[in-house]
């Protein structure tokens, strides 16, 4: 039995970041909390998750970014949008894991081979090179990252797919894609200026 | 002792099933059977609900048809329909006292769950009842008159809302105040929750109101030392302490307190716990009422010692308003009412060493607090560190002396309420950043969870978790200088230490610590906490056990100010409807003397609780005045030559419902 010291100081509080967290449109309810734990009660994944949605919530609130961020929690978040839909406060818990995935994409702290990360970062690179998703692509991507282990032993499975033609190839994507980079560049000067 | 003797008793026995409360365990048929072939009893029957408007015409026409003259009715506690059902034996045509109740619902159906033993019970006491109503006799009830005066004790906002309504509505209230000013607690406060309204500005009118009321006689710096008399006619006795200062000639324009001899305040100041200096000639804070300069005597060099060369007397001049021949005085009165609001008093943080009140100058009370942020406390409205420095941090601990069993188990109900409102103050003067550590936000109150709602969006962060300790032991650089709170954040899962400039301790209330005392002078109860005893938690909560006192504000337990309020003008409700009716109807069961065989011995006389009984020297007899007796049956019982009785308790009637018990078993 390993015995380790937890207390928390204040130096591991990132000050402002419950701040920031909450600046992302439709987040600053979070201050409304009354840590009832409904979301918690709600969500189908919270039983697998290290700390739960309130907790979540709580460690937000209180600037305790690491925690927050390193936790599988926030990638766990299926986006059922159960917790929002019955939050009694109208926090929108949903977009709140959002913008901690975002957060954590960002700083780079999230779990290198874990698939949700690297799902929601090839999804949205081929939307932006393409403009749309090639979903059997979009899975090879990510299985080639998350687990190559994997698409070799679904060989049999995709042979398969490939004789039936569900198993396209080819990317799919839109006309004019200049009109998608500029609203894309347009969003994010919005964002900047924010 | 038998009433219209050579009559024949004809009894009517009434069961009643009180839905399924009764007649859920016990066998209401079975009972009205058994007691039916009992001697004497002419009807004999079960009801659904004998308190129904058919239940009590059931009663009345039986006693015509049937030339009843005695009733019982087995139903449930006498508290709640004794009256009822006498109501319906006179208006049947009976003397109301003719009549017995047996309780057989809390007595009986409520407390058993074998339905056959029950239903024996039921009997048993069914039968005691028919034996002893056979001996009850016609008793008139005495009608006394209400002296229209009101006593209110107590000037704090509790006092001051019940003396205002009495006396708006024309009654004469005397109103004794033991501080020096009324304002009470509300006076010290600088704004009051959820509406964050001024405190002062809210109170002082009602102050001065009582102040210029030409129905309200205010005696502050009095206390109320002696109470005699029963509900209508009470004789008190108020001792007004010697303030040396004549009250009828001061005006309040406080030259004596410039020319004091100390030219400087060093002595500490009530009014801000302690962290002001006043004089020893003050008036206690700038709105206070009466507007009358006090003189303490304890501080003053001319009260303590005579030596003094009395330059208030000098600044005071023809005025001659200081009198330093004022002795204390005892002033009689006679009033029909009393109500008591006598407040609470502050829990002492320093009994709970580990939160380091009294150890580092910067953990300080709510109530201090509150004199730190009031413009008109002693730092001017400017929150500022012992040593000069403006907080950059502040955190809020709740349940300081409440919710703890070893100090007091009970919520004290506002100090949430308090605190947050404290919190949004301190926010407000100082920017600082604001952690309240709770138990439970309890904000119940009108306009109070909008309130916290508001504070949580304020950002003040609201950590659940009762605090461990407060230590000024650094451990990382940030503690440095710091007092530091250790504490499990028990929603966040994490142990913490958390480093700030000022700790506020939320302390609790709790009785004042002559509250005994109080209970006794006014022949009130107490709750084992301390607090003054409702005579009904929900139907009765600002009656006390004896008529004619009431009880409002804090001392009947912790409340906010609208809860004061309401509750004081409830108990000016209560006393304006005995006063307007103008009479109280007095339960004949009187103990009294049968002379013949009193032997004088007085041994009665000390021993009744509202001091009924004199001795009438003439004939070297006790005598019991029927109009202070409660019935509460002390004399009857010390009596060693059983020479008192009393109706309704006479010896028959006792022993024939003991017998009745007994002998069905």
């Not at chain 1, 419950?18 to 994944?45: D, F, K, N």
Request: aromatic share 8%; glycine share 8%.
């Amino acid at each position: 039995m390993r015995i380790t010291r937890t207390v928390k100081y204040e130096a591991e509080r990132v000050r402002g970041f419950g701040r920031e967290i909450m600046a992302v449109p439709g987040c600053e309810t979070l201050l409304s909390c009354i840590q009832c734990g409904t979301c918690s009660g709600t969500c189908p994944l919270s039983v697998y998750m290290e700390l739960s949605p309130r907790q979540v919530m709580a460690l937000v609130r209180a600037d305790f970014k690491d925690e927050v961020l390193r936790s599988n929690s926030i990638w766990l978040c299926a986006s059922c949008y159960g917790c929002t839909v019955e939050c009694p406060r109208e926090i929108r818990i949903t977009d709140i894991m959002y913008a901690l995935k975002q957060r954590a994409i960002r700083d780079g702290v999230y779990p290198k081979r874990f698939p949700i990360p690297i799902l929601a970062k090839e999804f949205t690179a081929m939307v932006r090179s393409k403009g749309r998703v090639t979903e059997t692509l979009l899975v090879m991507r990510l299985f080639m990252k998350a687990n190559l282990m994997a698409v070799l032993s679904s060989w049999r499975q995709g042979i398969g797919l490939i004789r039936t033609g569900r198993f396209v190839l080819k990317h799919e994507r839109i006309q004019r894609r200049g009109e998608l980079e500029t609203m894309l560049a347009a969003a994010a000067r919005d964002k900047e200026g924010s | 002792m038998n009433a219209g003797a050579g009559t024949e008793i004809r009894t009517g026995f009434y069961i009643c099933h009180c839905g399924q409360n009764i007649a859920g365990v016990v066998d209401c048929p079975a009972v009205a059977e058994y007691v039916a072939r009992l001697p004497s009893v002419v009807v004999s029957r079960d009801y659904k609900y004998m308190c129904s408007d058919p239940g009590q015409e059931l009663i009345k026409q039986d006693i015509r048809e049937h030339n009843l003259n005695r009733i019982v009715v087995a139903s449930c506690s006498p508290l709640l329909h004794e009256h009822t059902f006498r109501h319906a034996v006179e208006a049947g045509g009976l003397n109301p006292f003719l009549f017995q109740m047996v309780n057989i619902r809390e007595h009986d159906s409520w407390v058993h769950t074998d339905h056959a033993a029950a239903t024996e019970k039921a009997k048993a006491l069914a039968y005691a009842a028919v034996r002893r109503v056979r001996f009850h006799t016609a008793l008139e009830t005495k009608r006394v008159s209400v002296h229209p005066d009101v006593l209110v004790v107590g000037g704090g906002i509790a006092g001051i809302h019940a003396s205002l309504t009495l006396a708006n509505a024309g009654k004469k209230v005397f109103l004794v105040e033991r501080e020096p000013s009324i304002g009470g607690h509300m006076a010290k406060f600088d704004k009051t929750f959820p509406t964050l309204d001024c405190a002062a500005c809210i109170l002082t009118p009602k102050m001065s109101a009582v102040g210029a009321h030409e129905n309200i006689t205010l005696w502050s710096y009095s206390e109320v030392v002696k109470v005699e008399g029963y509900v209508g006619n009470y004789q008190v006795t108020v001792k007004r302490k010697p303030r040396y200062v004549n009250e009828e000639l001061c005006i309040g324009c406080q030259e004596c307190i410039r020319a004091c001899v100390y030219k400087e305040a060093k002595f500490p100041d009530e009014f801000n716990v302690g962290m002001g200096k006043r004089k020893p000639i003050y008036i206690p804070f700038p709105q206070a009422v009466p507007q009358v300069v006090v003189i303490d005597p304890a501080r003053c060099l001319q009260v303590k010692s005579g030596k003094c060369k009395q330059t208030c007397v000098e600044a005071c001049a023809d005025r001659r308003a200081i009198d330093f021949t004022q002795r204390e005085e005892l002033v009689q009165i006679k009033v029909g009412n009393i109500i008591v609001t006598t407040g609470f008093k502050l829990f002492d943080a320093k009994r709970i060493p580990q939160y380091g009140y009294g150890v580092y100058p910067n953990v300080v009370t709510s109530i201090e607090l509150e004199r730190l942020v009031t413009s008109s406390g002693p730092t001017g409205g400017e929150l500022l560190l012992r040593d000069g420095r403006t907080p950059q941090s502040v955190a809020f601990i709740l349940c300081v002396g409440s919710r703890d069993y070893r100090t007091n188990r009970w919520c004290s109900r506002t100090c949430c309420m308090h605190s947050m409102k404290l919190a949004q103050l301190v926010r407000e003067h100082t920017g600082a950043d604001v952690t309240v550590f709770y138990l439970d936000i309890r904000a119940p109150g009108k306009g109070c969870e909008e309130f916290y709602d508001k504070s949580l969006k304020d950002g003040i962060q609201f950590v659940r978790g009762r605090v461990a300790e407060v230590t000024d032991w650094a451990v990382t650089p940030e503690e440095e200088g710091k007092l530091v709170i250790r504490a499990e954040d028990t929603l966040a899962g994490l142990v913490r230490r958390i480093p700030v400039d000022m700790i506020v301790l939320a302390v609790g209330m709790e009785p004042q610590s002559d509250a005994q005392d109080l209970r006794r002078l006014f022949n009130m109860s107490c709750g084992t906490e301390g607090w003054f005893l409702e005579k009904h938690p929900k139907l009765a909560p600002v009656s006390t056990f004896t008529d004619g006192v009431f009880i409002a504000g804090c001392c009947q337990g912790p409340k906010d100010i609208p809860d004061s309020i309401a509750q004081a003008g409830a108990a000016a409700a209560e006393a304006m409807a005995l006063i307007d009716r103008g009479y109280i109807e007095q339960e004949p069961n009187t103990a009294y003397v049968v002379e013949e065989d009193c032997s004088g011995c007085k041994s009665c006389i000390p021993i009744c609780p509202y001091t009924a009984i004199t001795f009438d020297e003439a004939k070297a007899k006790a005598c019991i005045n029927p109009a202070l007796c409660k019935g509460c049956g002390t004399c009857v019982a010390a009596c060693p030559s059983g020479s008192i009785r009393q109706h309704l308790f006479e010896d028959e009637e006792i022993m024939s419902e003991i017998e009745g018990v007994l002998s069905h078993a």
